[in-house]
Structure formats: C-alpha cells, structure tokens
C-alpha cells in the first residue's frame, strides 16, 4: 500500500534552516508529481510546493517563494523540502502529498516550530 513517511522536523530560531524529506513506498514514485503542504493551528491546510515527476517545473506557495527549495531522489524515492529563512509564520505541521489514481495519499506530518 501506498506510504509516504516525512522526518526533519524539529525546533529552529528565526533565520534557520531545516530539510524535510518524504521517502515514499508503495506505487511507482518516479512518474508521479510531489507535494508539500503545511496546516498550522486554526488554519486550513494550503500547498507549499510541489514538483514535477522527473524533478523539473517546480512550484511554490507565494510565502515560502525564494526561502524553500523542493527537490526529489527517484532512485531514494525521496522528496525533500529545503526551508532557509524561516520565519515564525512558518510553523505548522507538513505533510508530504500524492495523488494516484484519482486518490490523495498523505504522510503523517512532521512538526516545525520556528521561534521568534
């Protein structure tokens, strides 16, 4: 069955940097796009970035724009998401995203806290 499993959150000050990776199982990663989205307390849950399924034509959120980079490992199975300059606002819970055959899949979330 399809599972995706993200890691790399944590605690960082403002100005930090943290990586997020999603290592994926379950379906043919390597022909299907990824995403990130992040939901923070009291609000709804809105994509970050997302990229294509040979790693090319990403897009990101307006916020996060020139801060977080979205990458991917088809031979790791792996997408990661790199946040420089992060900022309170930033903290939430992000989950690493797929659509396959018409059906949304989503990981479990990993926590990032940026304090001010």
């Known amino acids: 069955q399809v599972q995706l499993v993200e890691s790399g959150g944590g605690l960082v000050q403002t100005g930090g940097s943290l990586r997020l990776s999603c290592v994926a199982s379950?379906?043919?990663?390597?022909?299907?796009?990824m995403s990130w989205y992040r939901q923070a307390p009291g609000k709804e849950r809105e994509l970050v970035a997302a990229?294509?399924?040979?790693?090319?034509?990403?897009n990101y959120a307006d916020s996060v724009k020139g801060r977080f980079t979205i990458s991917r490992d088809n031979a790791k199975n792996t997408v990661y998401l790199q946040m420089n300059s992060l900022k309170p606002e930033d903290t939430a819970v992000y989950y690493c995203?797929?659509?396959?055959?018409?059906?949304?899949?989503w990981g479990q979330g990993t926590q990032v806290t940026v304090s001010s």
């Open positions: 995203n797929v659509v396959r055959r018409g059906l949304e899949y």
């Open positions: 990229i294509s399924s040979a790693g090319g034509r990403p």
């Open positions: 379950g379906f043919r990663f390597s022909i299907y796009a």
